[in-house]
Structure formats: C-alpha cells, structure tokens
C-alpha cells in the first residue's frame, strides 16, 4: 500500500513519525520565482517541504520545474530526478544532463543555470 501521508502534525517541524510520500503524483504549492532569475520562457516552480530539522539546517522535499531556463545559486543539494529532464550549467564548472533516476550532488555557492527541456521533478536534500 502506497501512502501520500502529509508529514503533517507538526508544523514547521519534523514530522511526528515515519512517513511515505508517492513523490511522481505528490501535491505540490506554487513557488513563484523571482522574475530576474528567468532568462527564458514562463518557466512555473511547485515544491513541497517534507521533512525539516528543528533547526531548519536539513531541509528534504520534493520540486517541480516546467520548461524554461532559469539561474539559480545552490545550496549543498543531493537530488534525485524522478521525471522530466534538464541540463544544469555550472559556472565554472561542468554541465550536468540529468534525466529520471540520475542522482546529482550541487556545491553551497554554485550559481546554476538551468535549462529545462521537458517539465522536471525531483526529490531533494539541502544542507544550510
């Protein structure tokens, strides 16, 4: 049995107990992007917080991108795409594609250019 439990209970904090979310149909909210980081496209974000520590340091969820490109600066993120693809500049660094199942790790201070070819979900991991 599959369950999307909303960790919910206790907001803004861990949730209560151990919990299941389906992420490929997951609920998600809008995350309006800030209109300087588009540089083209109407790309739209949607997200969902998890799981945050109680000091608000380790933050997983799940995020949504449609296509469109967008810049970004990153925290430390481990994520895992569920669907969707995209490649991810690194400025001054490699260019990542990424695609279902790829796992990929981004540095505190990376500042990212995203150009996403078919809309992207994925599972996150952020340390702050």
Do not use: C
């Not at 609920?27 to 083209?40: G, K, S, T």
């Not at 296509?67 to 995209?86: H, K, N, Q, R, Y």
Request: hydrophobic share 35%; glycine share 12%.
């Amino acid at each position: 049995m599959s369950t999307d439990s909303s960790p919910g209970g206790n907001p803004g904090g861990p949730p209560p107990h151990s919990f299941v979310v389906h992420i490929p149909d997951a609920d998600l909210e809008p995350e309006p992007l800030d209109p300087h980081q588009i540089v083209a496209g109407s790309p739209e974000v949607t997200g969902k917080v998890v799981w945050e520590s109680a000091d608000g340091r380790q933050v997983r969820g799940i995020w949504q991108i449609t296509p469109g490109t967008v810049t970004d600066t990153e925290a430390d993120e481990l994520f895992v795409v569920i669907s969707g693809s995209a490649t991810i500049e690194v400025e001054g660094g490699p260019t990542l594609t990424v695609g279902p199942g790829d796992m990929a790790v981004l540095r505190e201070g990376d500042r990212t250019t995203w150009t996403v070819h078919e809309t992207l979900r994925k599972a996150y991991a952020i340390t702050l």
